[in-house]
């Protein structure tokens, strides 16, 4: 065989491909040098892929997944319930930031679980005995914009359902909701999934599906108009959870108990102990306690080592946080003089998680679509953004006008202003409360307003989905095994760049001067 054919063969193989990134990052390891989003590039390959046809779905931890591989920091200027929100309808996930007392954190956190109105898991019943003008006076008072109720007896059994029609044909207010409720109620068992209840609404032409367990009493309710609402809008693109409410997550600190059970009675998917260097002895037993006495998946950060992501995984981690310093607002390098660029970084971290099924969250650093499909390159299942998702109308704060320009503010967790602020803030780099000075690993700043999230993400998804025709990967699966790079010179960076012309229209995906 010709040394070419050979060399041809050897590239079509993704082993071979595989190994061959293998090789690069070992040989810059063996150096001692590591590298970032700008110093390497993917190799493309023979494709039968279209970029319309790859298949984004991923994961966050091991039993949260995502439509879309990208989750928005958990930042004060970044992720609140709206980020969470939309976030989530767009397929990925938005980390709920700390900055804010617990009661605060687990309301936003219902804003996002119930935004859709899945499964409503506790609706508003009322008693057999009561009279339909009291029903009327608590819906007024309590400003309820719904009309059916479930009616319940003495022992919380479900007896009828008081709806719209009953309240409109009941011809005196006196009348018992036991009287006036309609009796004959489908019901489905308790942990109906959403589909199923679409289904049995349909056949059934019922606008409501209470669920009941073996005793018969209420454990949840399904609202057609809610139901059909998820199942037709965005079939299947919607990051829900198998009660078809939007999927949550919401950092908490070490031993940050009381803000974990009240997260956990909002029923949060997913937590993410939030520090700047995980890799400690307090948050390797917060963990292991965690991991103990409840049922919920862990994610933990920051770490960018090896050595660290398995000593967490080993603590019981669900999903592992890579980046330290790689952040568009950090100044952890330069102030603490650690940390590893974050393309080596999340190749080394995600090879030994991969060993144990553990996904890897690349967090920080990115600043085009581009470094989307090279994070994802390396092995992490999803990228982590703060400086790309800020300026955006879901990121919390208000428009500025300044210099004829609009912008948002988007600082550093670990920045003056957030530490002055917020304890959460102060935990996350470990300064105590009680200090006069703050010691910044970050910085505050501007970003231009961008508008709304979904044009946003519009144009990194589809730069990621180039990215993975270019290598000729349908899914992550298979960009984890195609995936190879090239390490490019400081010439190779400016070629990259547009050159030798003067701009004059600024493109949405390839903001210049932001
Ligand atoms: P990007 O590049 O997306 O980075 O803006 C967001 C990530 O940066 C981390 N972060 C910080 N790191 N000092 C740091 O060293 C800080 O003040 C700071 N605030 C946020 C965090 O991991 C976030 O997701």
């Given amino acids: 065989m010709k040394k070419f054919e050979r060399e041809f063969n050897f590239y079509e193989n993704q082993k071979n491909r595989e190994k061959s990134k293998d090789t690069f990052f070992k040989k810059t390891e063996e150096q001692r040098i590591a590298l970032t989003f700008d110093d390497v590039r993917l190799k ?23 439509k879309i591989p990208i989750v928005s920091a958990a930042m004060d200027t970044v992720t609140e319930h709206q980020m969470g929100i939309g976030m989530a309808l767009l397929g990925g996930l938005g980390v709920i930031h700390k900055n804010m007392s617990p009661e605060e954190q687990a309301r936003r956190v219902s804003k996002v679980k119930y935004y859709l109105n899945g499964l409503i898991d506790k609706p508003i019943c009322v008693r057999k005995e009561q009279s339909i003008a009291e029903i009327l006076k608590m819906k007024k008072e309590k ?42 109620v489908i019901t489905a068992p308790k942990g109906t999934k959403l589909e199923k209840a679409y289904e049995v609404m349909f056949e059934n032409k019922k606008k409501t599906l209470p669920l009941v367990d073996k005793d018969n009493r209420l454990a949840g309710i399904y609202v057609f108009k809610d139901v059909k609402r998820i ?10 959870d198998e009660n078809g409410q939007l999927v949550a997550a919401a950092a908490i600190g070490v031993n940050d108990f009381e803000r974990l059970e009240l997260l956990i009675e909002k029923k949060i998917n997913v937590v993410v102990i939030d520090t700047a260097h995980a890799d400690t002895e307090s948050v390797v037993q917060n963990l292991k306690e965690i991991k103990k006495k409840y049922k919920i998946d862990v994610v933990v950060g920051n770490v960018s080592e090896p050595e660290s992501t398995k000593r967490l995984i080993k603590a019981g981690a669900d999903g592992i946080k890579v980046g330290q310093g790689p952040g568009s607002i950090c100044t952890t390098r330069v102030v603490a003089g650690i940390g590893s660029p974050q393309v080596s970084a999340v190749y080394k971290c995600s090879k030994i998680a991969q060993e144990y099924g553990v996904p890897v969250c690349a967090d920080g650093g990115l600043k085009y ?56 803030s102060r935990e996350r780099y470990r300064q105590s409360s009680g200090k006069k000075s703050l010691v910044a690993e970050g910085v505050e700043g501007l970003k231009p307003y961008k508008g709304g999230l979904s044009q946003v993400m519009f144009q990194y998804i589809n730069g990621l989905r180039r990215g993975m025709g270019y290598v000729g990967a349908a899914d992550i699966a298979e960009l984890h095994r195609k995936a190879d790079f090239v390490r490019i010179s400081g010439a190779g960076k400016a070629e990259s760049h547009p050159h030798d012309i003067l701009i004059t229209r600024e493109p949405p995906n390839y903001p210049i001067g932001d």
Avoid at 146 to 166: A, M
Avoid at 231 to 240: A, I, R, S
């Fill in 44 to 66: 493309s390959g023979y494709s039968k892929v279209m970029p319309d046809d790859v298949d984004l779905e991923s994961k966050f931890s091991r039993n949260i997944g995502l």
């Fill in 143 to 184: 400003e309820y914009s719904f009309n059916t109720f479930p009616v319940i007896d003495k022992k919380d059994r479900l007896v009828g359902i008081l709806s719209k029609n009953d309240f409109d044909f009941c011809k005196s207010g006196s009348i018992k909701a036991g009287e006036a409720m309609s009796k004959e």
């Fill in 231 to 240: 199942m037709m809008e965005n079939p299947g693109g919607y990051n829900v």
């Fill in 369 to 424: 679509s581009g470094d989307i499909p090279i994070a994802l390159g390396e092995g992490a299942h999803c990228v982590m953004m703060g400086g790309m998702l800020s300026g955006t109308k879901e990121a919390p704060g208000d428009v500025i006008f300044r210099e004829g320009r609009q912008w948002k503010i988007y600082r550093g967790m670990g920045s003056v202003g957030a530490m002055e602020e917020h304890k959460g």
